[in-house]
């Protein structure tokens, strides 16, 4: 099973890599807040949560709308992301592209309802940039580690983060700034090594 996400991929207003990887990372979790009863979750988390990050055109997130998707805007990025679905996909995430999704990078911080307000978790996303991932590897791995750090949380302490808007924050790091990073770290995603790049590779951490 995998958990299908789509980005957007508009040429008219384009949206950079920072804030796509985001976008997928809060709609990955998002799906979850909206749909907790779906009886897929408890079949996929366990073993691995496999997701497939795809691009897709402004027509193409209109149909995934129409099928149950829940969407997040980060900028001017905007991801939708449905319940785990079996393997291969049906509906319009599997005409979606994987391979090649690729956004200008802009090297700086996304946010989303950043700052949180007082007593209020917020998510913050390490992404090693010095993997070289295409945008949509990115934003799988940054999805891994944000429905990591959301399970991770008290019930009380995720619905309080879900009513203020999911405060988050993604840092594109080198990898000696994700070394620093690791003490502080809840969660840590290595890479199974599938696709792009090596095996054990520490791709994003959560805290």
């Not at 700086?108 to 991932?133: C, F, K, N, Y």
Request: hydrophobic letters at 45%.
């Amino acid at each position: 099973m995998i958990q299908p996400i789509a980005v957007l991929n508009d040429p008219r207003n384009p949206a950079g890599h920072e804030e796509s990887c985001l976008a997928a990372a809060l709609a990955s979790a998002a799906a979850f807040v909206a749909h907790p009863e779906d009886p897929a979750w408890g079949r996929w988390y366990p073993h691995g949560q496999g997701k497939s990050a795809r691009r897709g055109k402004p027509k193409d997130l209109r149909a995934l709308e129409a099928e149950g998707a829940t969407f997040v805007s980060v900028g001017a990025a905007l991801a939708a992301a449905l319940p785990p679905r079996d393997y291969p996909l049906t509906g319009r995430m599997r005409q979606l592209q994987v391979a090649g999704t690729e956004m200008p990078h802009a090297h700086r911080s996304a946010t989303h309802a950043w700052p949180a307000p007082q007593g209020v978790p917020a998510l913050e996303i390490g992404l090693d940039t010095s993997l070289g991932m295409s945008t949509g590897k990115a934003a799988a791995q940054s999805a891994h580690a944000a429905f990591d750090w959301v399970m991770g949380l008290e019930p009380r302490a995720r619905n309080a983060w879900v009513a203020a808007g999911q405060p988050a924050r993604l840092l594109p790091v080198d990898a000696a700034a994700m070394r620093a990073l690791l003490p502080t770290a809840s969660v840590r995603i290595h890479d199974a090594g599938h696709t792009e790049i090596a095996s054990g590779s520490l791709t994003a951490i959560a805290r």
